[in-house]
């Protein structure tokens, strides 16, 4: 299945992917708490966007702006005392966010996969990778033994393992950071889901095998039309590999849009902050532009915009009123370029 | 491979000396054996005599070589106190401790495993919180009060199990006498074995449990979850397979300690082996039946080493460097 176009060109800045077209992931004004002693943090804040089939978001923000929450609220992985307080998530148009356990187990990995940051301890390391593989597929997909076997093999190879057939019984130990990444997306991948989320597939890799995970993991997701979240805090990656682009701070989505639209026309001034801080965006100047300060801890949030004590537009209403919704692409009172 | 096990062999044999060694120069601090030997009217020439009888005239060294000389033929010497071979002395008297050892062993790393893995899946439980509770009071009492404890519930007020001995036996080839064929024997069984293995038990079970509590947080089991495996094969074939690497060598070590205070044990239950008989050959300083004893304990705890160290590598892929590595 080819690569939808719509991601690509359809629509400016809108949450929204084409009318008519059932979405792979809806999520809907998702909310995560946390209840602490000293009241309740909500490291995702009403979220909401869709992914249509086969295309790929990036999910940017430094750390801490709650990528991960808003990933593992979709997979059902949330670890206590974090839970899903309100909104809703819609795989292929179902509900998924009020499933019991059993269910949701059903789905994690058969229709939503997973990619983590560090191959290294992401795999069983007394169980060979071709058991891991089989028992996956075993799980999810009612086939023999020999069977699962085959198609844990076909997966390797499919992910550029050189020499599979000899390597399924090898241990995790015996292969290299990226060839242990490859074998992290094949245990994805291998039920075809028709939605991975990968969080910060390459952070943890050599800066020589990144560039080739991502262009894998991308091959793979056109090849077999799944969606993809992609999580990273390297604009670079999102350049490279997303279609759209969703920014977050602070536990809300500030900006969303095509990625083309957003690298080039920022308009929330913490996106264009993010930007400018790109190597291939700071026109030949010998540093970066960094944005001033970090971002603020969830208990200790600022009134109205979240962003206001760091950004170079704020202005007294970015101080006082409700914090700006996220309208035409940007939540945002004075978007970058409106004034110029 | 076949290296390594010569290497740990030749290691494990260095430690037998040195135990040997560190073992007879503290029975020279036990008392004199001649003392207990004779009696009220022995003359010095009759201590004389007898001291060059056992050969204790001769000096520390020459008796330690002639003891380890004698032991690599499997001959420990005669009892100062029976008059006849340690060697058949002991051999009578090891099947009640290894069949007393064996059951112990076998109830303390079954339930001990298996109440470890069930209070971490369940830690937040009521059961669980009640077994870890009374975990404590097992890893503190010491144990021939547990003995005597059970003895006074079982024996003496319900009158259920018997309170000493091995009850029935039945002789199995030449040199093995069993408890595990006469109901009598099995009963006998009961309240020892549990006395000894409760504290290996209770240990074991803290051991698995934080084990298990600190590899259920690790990286490979979220991402087991998030491949949707079901929670039976997160929790047994991914997680406590990895519990096990650690909890393998305490244990191993334990089945040591058990044989070793199998003579706590088989005091408070008068039973009728080895252990006792240690003790019985300290009153009385019987220095051949307490060297072979000691020798005997030091085997079994190398050995057993031995056995945790290839079983490691059995289990731990990581450890088997030889050959490929990628
Ligand atoms: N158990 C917890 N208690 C309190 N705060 C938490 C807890 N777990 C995560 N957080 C907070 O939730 C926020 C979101 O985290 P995360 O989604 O991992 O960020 P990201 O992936 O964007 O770096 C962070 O600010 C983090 O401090
Ligand atoms: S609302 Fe105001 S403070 Fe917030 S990002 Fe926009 S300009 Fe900056
Ligand atoms: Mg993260």
Same mark, same amino acid.
């Given at each position: ?75 059902? +992985? ?11 998530? &819609? ?19 058969? $229709?939503?996969? !997973? ?7 992401? +795999?069983?390391? +007394?169980?060979?990778? @071709? ?25 390797? $190879? ?15 130990? =015996?292969?290299?950071?990226? !060839? ?24 943890? &890799? ?9 262009? &894998? ?35 809300? &989505? ?18 264009? @902050? ?50 700006? =919704? ?15 | ?7 740990? %062999? ?8 040195? %135990? ?7 029975? *020279? ?12 009217? #022995? ?7 007898? *001291? ?13 070589? *002639? ?10 010497? %005669? ?13 009578? *008297? ?42 404590? %009071? ?8 547990i003995g005597i404890l059970l003895i006074y519930v079982f024996a003496v007020e319900l009158g259920v199990l018997p309170s000493f001995g091995r009850g029935e036996t039945v002789r199995v080839g030449e040199f093995w006498t069993t408890g595990f064929l006469t109901t009598s024997g099995l009963q006998a069984l009961i309240l020892p074995a549990i006395t000894l293995g409760l504290y290996q038990m209770t240990l074991i079970m803290r051991l698995v449990r934080s084990e298990m509590l600190e590899v259920l ?9 998030? #491949? ?10 991914h997680a406590l397979r990895n519990t096990l690497v650690p909890v393998i060598t305490v244990t191993g070590l334990q089945l040591g300690a058990i044989i070793a205070f199998a003579i706590i044990t088989e005091t408070v239950f008068q039973w009728p082996g080895v252990g006792l008989l240690f003790i019985n050959a300290i009153q009385f300083v019987d220095i051949p039946v307490m060297a072979a004893y000691l020798m005997l304990i030091s085997v079994l705890f190398v050995t057993i080493n031995l056995i945790v ?18």
């Amino acid at each position: 299945m080819a690569i939808s176009p719509v991601a690509e060109t359809e629509y400016k800045g809108s949450a929204q992917p084409e009318q008519g077209q059932q979405p792979t992931l809806s999520v809907r004004d998702l909310v995560v708490e946390i209840p602490t002693r000293r009241g309740v943090l909500r490291p995702v804040d009403r979220v909401s966007y869709d992914l249509a089939p086969g295309e790929i978001l990036g999910v940017v923000g430094e750390s801490g702006a709650g990528k991960s929450m808003t990933g593992n609220a979709v997979i059902g +992985l949330l670890d206590r005392p974090a839970h899903i307080a309100g909104g809703e998530i &819609l795989l292929n148009g179902k509900r998924i966010d009020n499933l019991s356990r059993r269910d949701m187990r059903k789905i994690r990995g058969k $229709e939503i996969g !997973m990619v983590f940051q560090d191959p290294l301890t992401s +795999l069983n390391p +007394l169980i060979p990778i @071709g058991d891991q593989l089989a028992e996956t597929i075993e799980t999810h997909l009612n086939v023999s033994r020999t069977e699962a076997r085959k198609r844990a093999l076909a997966s390797l $190879e499919e992910v550029g393992i050189p020499a599979a057939a000899e390597r399924l019984d090898s241990y995790p130990h =015996e292969f290299s950071g990226g !060839m242990r990444q490859r074998v992290v997306i094949a245990l994805a991948l291998c039920a075809e889901p028709s939605l991975v989320i990968a969080d910060e597939p390459t952070t943890a &890799l050599d800066v020589s095998v990144q560039a080739q995970i991502i262009a &894998l993991l991308k091959r793979l997701c056109r090849e077999h039309g799944t969606s993809v979240i992609l999580v990273t805090h390297d604009m670079g990656v999102i350049a490279e590999a997303a279609d759209r682009v969703a920014v977050m701070y602070a536990g809300k &989505l500030v900006e969303i849009g095509p990625v083309r639209d957003v690298l080039t026309h920022p308009n929330h001034p913490y996106t264009d @902050g993010l930007v400018g801080s790109m190597p291939a965006h700071s026109h030949g100047q010998a540093r970066l532009r960094q944005i001033p300060g970090a971002m603020p801890r969830l208990n200790a949030l600022p009134e109205g915009c979240a962003f206001h004590p760091r950004c170079p537009k704020a202005q007294e209403k970015c101080r006082h009123a409700p914090e700006p =919704e996220l309208m035409n692409g940007a939540a945002c009172w004075f978007p970058v370029g409106e004034d110029a | 491979m076949l290296a390594y096990i010569i290497r740990r %062999v030749f290691q494990s044999v260095i430690v037998l000396l040195v %135990v040997g060694l560190v073992a007879f120069s503290m029975f *020279r601090f036990v008392g004199d054996p001649v003392d207990n030997m004779l009696g009220q009217e #022995r003359t010095q020439a009759d201590i004389e005599r007898l *001291r060059t009888q056992l050969g204790l005239d001769q000096p520390f060294p020459v008796q330690y070589f *002639r003891f380890l000389k004698g032991a690599a033929e499997g001959n420990f010497g %005669v009892s100062y106190r029976q008059g006849r071979p340690v060697a058949t002395i002991i051999a009578e *008297r090891a099947p009640a401790t290894l069949e007393l050892a064996f059951v112990s062993g076998v109830l303390a790393i079954t339930m001990g495993i298996a109440l470890g893995v069930f209070t971490a899946i369940r830690r937040r439980g009521a059961a669980a919180n009640i077994i870890m509770t009374l975990s404590l %009071v097992g890893v503190s009492l010491p144990t021939f009060l547990i003995g005597i404890l059970l003895i006074y519930v079982f024996a003496v007020e319900l009158g259920v199990l018997p309170s000493f001995g091995r009850g029935e036996t039945v002789r199995v080839g030449e040199f093995w006498t069993t408890g595990f064929l006469t109901t009598s024997g099995l009963q006998a069984l009961i309240l020892p074995a549990i006395t000894l293995g409760l504290y290996q038990m209770t240990l074991i079970m803290r051991l698995v449990r934080s084990e298990m509590l600190e590899v259920l947080r690790a990286d490979y089991i979220r991402f087991a979850r998030a #491949r949707g495996l079901t929670e039976r094969a997160v929790n047994f074939r991914h997680a406590l397979r990895n519990t096990l690497v650690p909890v393998i060598t305490v244990t191993g070590l334990q089945l040591g300690a058990i044989i070793a205070f199998a003579i706590i044990t088989e005091t408070v239950f008068q039973w009728p082996g080895v252990g006792l008989l240690f003790i019985n050959a300290i009153q009385f300083v019987d220095i051949p039946v307490m060297a072979a004893y000691l020798m005997l304990i030091s085997v079994l705890f190398v050995t057993i080493n031995l056995i945790v160290d290839l079983l490691y590598y059995a289990i731990d892929p990581r450890l088997r460097i030889d050959g490929r590595t990628a």
